[in-house]
């Protein structure tokens, strides 16, 4: 008879989140966790990067605080003060996953899994890591002989992804990291090139940017945060810019050398170059991470690119086990791991529920921050919809300029004939907390009527999306309208 109910490898914001949903519905729970609970996102990815993120904004503020009338004279930073304060929000969060886990009922089994049948996995010792020798960031590789078999009557895979690593010459030189090696850092370097445009790459240029680092940010497609709508990723081009950070789109990187003590990237673009370093950290994605995991002897397939395809219930092609999270390539965003998590175990415990990926919110940290939801303009273009956008800049907002931070606009998409919105996307102070009024407007199918006469309060960043909707209608109040 089968050890557990459950199974969850992982204990990520996808696997810890269905272990306390399963563990509610009555099931017996255990989860394989080869780190700290909450996975990258706690550990190496959401969380501290906003904590370092919120330490290099206090930092530029006090540095402009003259412009508040405040006199702050000798502001400066102390690296490790920030590197501390990270790790201490990072303990907080992680022990608090654990608590919730234990009081739960949820087992907690430290290892690394490795299948040895559909429903049945082997634990070991993970190995040390070679970036953090005496920290919680392990290896993918196990060691030694198994601690203990572990068997459930379902599996949840849920082990999320690594840094996708860059396949040129000297990608593996010392001072070449990734978005985990940046953790390792003691101090700013002072020349950085990051090799990557998207949510990863500028969130890291921006930090360091703040800290003094003189950064380069070398993009393949011809703007930054490629993904999002044309002109959030030339608005957050132009802020980079205006920051001294280089932006070179269109370019890529061919190969990297040492010369004694720098490193030297070679970029090959309309006009090639050669740029010099101390630090380079590529950030060009991320893969599965289902290495060591014995797949195969679970019969568990995977697409060309290594991720675990699932329905809308997150069943893979064997029985009784699941995926979610990273590791099925749905959306590599930690709130989809989650609630792929509560969607697996409800599944599991008998109730007819699924995952529609419909509307699903994004956000990058950047200063100014940037959040959408749904289509972007060119992509609602291309699906067939006639269309009419509308757009309110954050410098006519009262708050915005109480605030002193009016970069950055609201852009609504939305259907010519019933004008119901298709996508939101924001760049600006506070885009990722504005964004989710866009995800349910979309929820709802709401219009961009329905958003003009929702009654907002005043003086708030979250009017924009009021008057960007007005402005869709032709009915702007507090922009001068388009010329007829």
């Not at 919730?100 to 996995?121: K, S, Y």
């Not at 003094?212 to 703007?223: C, F, I, K, L, Y």
């Amino acid at each position: 008879m089968p050890e557990f109910d459950l199974l969850i490898i992982g204990g990520g914001p996808g696997g810890y989140v269905a272990a306390i949903r399963a563990a509610q519905r009555g099931l017996h729970v255990a989860v394989v966790e080869k780190e700290r609970p909450g996975g990258v996102c706690l550990n190496w990815g959401c969380i501290p990067t906003k904590a370092m993120l919120r330490s290099a904004e206090v930092f530029q503020t006090l540095g402009a605080a003259v412009d508040f009338g405040v006199q702050a004279d000798n502001v400066r930073f102390d690296f490790a003060a920030v590197r501390r304060r990270k790790d201490g929000i990072v303990g907080t969060l992680t022990g608090g996953v654990a608590g919730l886990l234990r009081a739960n009922g949820v087992t907690v089994i430290e290892g690394h899994a490795r299948f040895t049948g559909p429903t049945t996995v082997e634990v070991f010792e993970p190995g040390p890591s070679p970036v953090f020798p005496d920290g919680p960031r392990y290896a993918a590789a196990p060691t030694g002989t198994p601690t203990r078999t572990v068997t459930a009557t379902d599996v949840i895979v849920a082990t999320g992804s690594v840094p996708a690593l860059l396949p040129v010459p000297g990608a593996d030189l010392p001072g070449v990291i990734t978005s985990d090696g940046a953790f390792g850092l003691t101090e700013v370097p002072r020349r950085l090139v990051v090799i990557g445009g998207s949510a990863v790459g500028v969130e890291w240029a921006g930090l360091f940017a703040a800290f003094g680092a003189e950064v380069t940010v070398v993009e393949m497609r011809d703007r930054l945060v490629p993904a999002e709508d044309t002109e959030i990723g030339a608005a957050l081009g132009r802020s980079f810019t205006e920051r001294g950070i280089t932006v070179l789109t269109g370019c890529t990187v061919t190969g990297i050398d040492r010369t004694g003590d720098a490193l030297e990237v070679d970029v090959n673009g309309a006009t090639p170059r050669t740029i010099a370093a101390d630090v380079v950290l590529v950030g060009v994605g991320r893969r599965p991470n289902t290495a060591d995991l014995d797949l195969k002897y679970a019969g568990i397939d995977t697409d060309a690119r290594g991720f675990i395809p699932v329905d809308d219930r997150l069943r893979t092609t064997v029985e009784h086990v699941y995926a979610i999270g990273d590791v099925t390539g749905k959306a590599l965003l930690a709130h989809v791991a989650s609630h792929q998590g509560l969607a697996a175990a409800d599944v599991i415990a008998g109730h007819d529920t699924h995952i529609d990926y419909t509307v699903i919110p994004a956000a990058t940290f950047t200063h100014p921050e940037i959040a959408s939801v749904g289509l972007t303009e060119d992509a609602a273009r291309a699906g067939g919809h006639e269309v009419i956008t509308a757009k309110f800049p954050f410098a006519a907002l009262g708050r915005a300029q109480a605030l002193g931070d009016t970069h950055g606009f609201c852009k609504i998409v939305a259907g010519a004939r019933h004008r119901e919105v298709l996508g939101v996307h924001i760049i600006g102070p506070s885009a990722s907390d504005l964004i989710a009024e866009g995800a349910l407007a979309m929820s709802l199918e709401a219009t961009l009527d329905e958003l003009a006469d929702t009654i907002h309060a005043h003086p708030t960043l979250g009017e924009i999306g009021m008057e960007a909707a007005l402005t869709g209608l032709g009915l702007p109040i507090h922009i001068a309208p388009r010329s007829r």
